[in-house]
Structure formats: structure tokens, C-alpha cells
């Protein structure tokens, strides 16, 4: 029921559930629960309170907390606490800023990572110092909208949520406040789940893969109101700036679009690192709206677009494809040094708008995958 009137007060309901009436029937692979996955059981609260508690601290993006690959069948409570900041950030070199509202005061917030059939545990703070309630909605969970209607939280207070993490896959997470939802996410109220197969990461061949590195962009759509001139405005608070953000909302033109927060953010002292031989996963979330991950000079080596670890990866990618509101995958395994830009390949999303990072690579150059044979020079007859 409620569920329902939140889609109808959001105009979503009647096309939504006629869609699903009308899917075909086709013999297909189910979603049922897994066989042979014993974590994946039911438990009672007295069962859930005997299991092991790890407590993790949460880093900054682009990188991920610490974490194992693959670890034994007895699930854990996975505890993480984060806590929501409104302030006013810049979001490109010439100054322009915006409100901003982020989990853990970073766009997007941090990474979380747990195992298949782990309960994943949130404290989620609201400081005093703020002006506006939030919550969390995890695309991760089941249930009361993904949590969103268990962690309303006003300024001043605090909530602990905890869900099961019964499906695999990269998973975004984001602040889904009843009548601005839109709002709080393209602040910058998003960010991922990342929960592994116990057994780690396999192949499309079901062979098993490892990262050495990790990192984690967020792709957020920014709509920065102009004046009359065609100036970006400045707001003294949040609230002021919300009826001009709407407006340039509906519009559906980004007036920029950034990794991480800000044009640039990837770059220059921020830029990830790896060296040649080594494999790194990238995490890609975009909350809002489609983007296209590509690495120049590069490739998607294992890639799972849809974010779903029981999907057989597809390989050997040019650009892969995130849709608004999920959060894919790609690894790579570097064969060449140099600086490598990783971007929405949208060229004008990522060179006009911001849509673009750097990968530094050190190692030594490979003359058989690439070779300048002759420089560029005067055309000879
Ligand atoms: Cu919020």
C-alpha cells in the first residue's frame, strides 16, 4: 500500500504496473535462491545475533575500504556508519559552486563492501548542524523502499538500518527524502554497494578473477542555474537555490557533469594510479542518469555493465554502458605506461562538462603491442 501511494504521488504508478502485467511468459532461468548457498538461509534474531561483527571504517573516493575477495561460507554483520553534510562546494575551476549534500562529506559517498548473504549494518547521522532531513534507499536491499522509509532522519538525530545482502552485484545507494528526491541525488546524495561472491570474482568461463587495486567513480549530473547574463549563480543557502535548480532539473541539459564531485577531480593530484601488469576494478555509479565508461588507450577486459556478479562478464569492451540508477564494473589488467584518461565517451559530456579522470600508469613500454614506426614529419613524395 505504500509503496503504491508513493508511486502514484510520484506519477509512476498505473504505466508501471501495467508494464509488468503485460511481460511476456518465457521459459527462462529463475531468481530463486541459490542451491548449495547455505549463507544465504534464513535466520532468526537470535541466530543473526550469534554471527560474527566486523566494524569498517570508510574511506574517501576514488578509493575502497580494505576488504578480502573471498572469504569462508559463515556470513558476518558487516557494520559501516556514515554521517550527511550540506555544505557549499565548488564544482569546476572557474569557481562556480553548489549546495551540495553528501554522505560522509564526499561525491559520491564511500564504497561499501560486504559478501554474498552478510548483513550489512548502517548507522546513518544527521548532525544538528544541518538544515534538512535525508535517509537511505539501498538498491541492495529488499523491502520499505530500500530502506528509505527506516532512516528518515531529521538534524539532530541518527538511525541504524540493517538488510541482508542476498544478491551479488554493485549496487548504488542513495538519500530518497518523500517530494525531493531528485533534489538530494543530484546534490550528491549517492554512492555503492559492492558485495562479492564469498568464492570472489569469476569469469565468463567461471575461472577465477582478482583485482590488485580498486577505485570508485561517481558520475554525477549537475544543473547549476544561470542568470540573465548566462552567469552561473551563486546562493547564500540550499533553500534559496532550490527553485532554480528545479527549474533547470526539468530542463533535463546538465549544465555540467563530473566524476567525484568537481571538473577535474581525477586529475592532477587526484589522479588514480597502477602500474603495467597489475589488474584494477573499476566501480562506476551514476544515480541519475546513463553514462558510458571508456578508458582511452584501454580496454574493459572483464566487464559487467549491469553491475551483477552471477552474470558471466562480457570481455574485451571499448565503452561500456551504466544506466541511470545502477553501478557497473569493469576490470583491467594494464599492458603499457603512460596516461591513460578514463571518461564518459560522450565526448561532450566528458570534455566540455567534466566527465573525465586520469589513470597514471608506470611500467615499461611493450613495442610489439604498439610502435611509432616513423614520427610524424614532412609528407615524402
Ligand atoms: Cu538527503
Request: hydrophobic share 40%; with cysteine.
Amino acid at each position: 500500500m505504500e509503496r503504491r501511494h508513493f508511486l502514484k504521488s510520484a506519477g509512476l504508478g498505473v504505466a508501471a504496473g501495467t508494464t509488468l502485467l503485460a511481460a511476456p511468459v518465457q521459459a527462462r532461468e529463475t531468481a530463486a535462491p541459490k542451491k548449495n548457498a547455505p549463507w544465504l538461509a534464513a535466520r532468526t534474531e537470535e541466530q543473526i545475533a550469534k554471527l560474527e561483527r566486523v566494524k569498517v571504517d570508510l574511506v574517501a573516493p576514488p578509493m575502497v575500504h580494505k576488504h578480502e575477495q573471498k572469504v569462508g561460507p559463515e556470513p558476518r554483520v558487516v557494520e559501516f556508519r556514515m554521517t550527511i553534510s550540506e555544505r557549499e562546494i565548488e564544482v569546476d575551476r572557474d569557481g562556480t559552486t553548489m549546495h551540495a549534500m553528501m554522505f560522509d562529506d564526499s561525491m559520491p559517498g564511500p564504497t561499501m563492501v560486504v559478501h554474498e548473504g552478510d548483513y550489512l549494518e548502517l548507522t546513518l547521522v544527521n548532525p544538528a548542524t544541518n538544515t534538512m532531513p535525508h535517509n537511505i534507499d539501498f538498491h541492495a536491499s529488499t523491502g520499505a523502499l530500500g530502506g528509505a522509509k527506516l532512516t528518515n532522519v531529521n538534524p539532530g538525530e541518527q538511525a541504524t538500518l540493517r538488510f541482508k545482502a542476498d544478491r551479488s552485484g554493485t549496487f548504488i545507494y542513495h538519500c530518497a527524502p518523500e517530494g525531493s528526491v531528485a533534489w538530494h541525488v543530484v546534490q550528491g546524495m549517492h554512492g555503492t554497494v559492492m558485495v562479492l561472491p564469498r568464492d570472489g570474482l569469476k569469469d565468463s568461463a567461471g575461472n577465477p578473477l582478482h583485482y590488485d587495486r580498486v577505485y570508485t567513480i561517481g558520475e554525477f549530473d549537475l544543473y547549476i542555474p544561470r542568470d540573465e547574463k548566462g552567469n552561473f549563480k551563486k546562493y547564500g543557502s540550499s533553500a534559496e537555490s532550490y527553485g532554480d535548480t528545479l527549474e533547470a532539473m526539468r530542463g533535463l541539459i546538465p549544465s555540467h557533469v563530473v566524476f567525484n564531485g568537481k571538473v577535474g577531480a581525477l586529475m592532477g593530484d587526484g589522479a588514480m594510479k597502477a602500474k603495467v601488469g597489475e589488474t584494477v576494478l573499476f566501480i562506476h555509479s551514476q544515480a541519475n542518469r546513463d553514462t558510458r565508461p571508456h578508458l582511452i588507450g584501454g580496454h574493459g577486459d572483464w566487464v559487467w555493465e549491469l553491475g551483477k556478479f552471477d552474470d558471466p562478464p562480457a570481455k574485451n569492451l571499448e565503452t561500456w554502458f551504466i544506466r541511470g540508477g545502477s553501478a557497473g564494473v569493469a576490470l583491467y589488467t594494464f599492458k603499457q605506461p603512460g596516461v591513460y584518461a578514463y571518461v564518459n565517451h560522450n565526448l561532450i559530456e566528458a570534455m566540455e562538462l567534466g566527465a573525465a579522470g586520469h589513470v597514471l600508469v608506470e611500467g615499461d613500454w611493450n613495442d610489439d603491442l604498439m610502435k611509432q614506426v616513423s614520427p610524424p614529419g614532412p609528407i615524402k613524395a
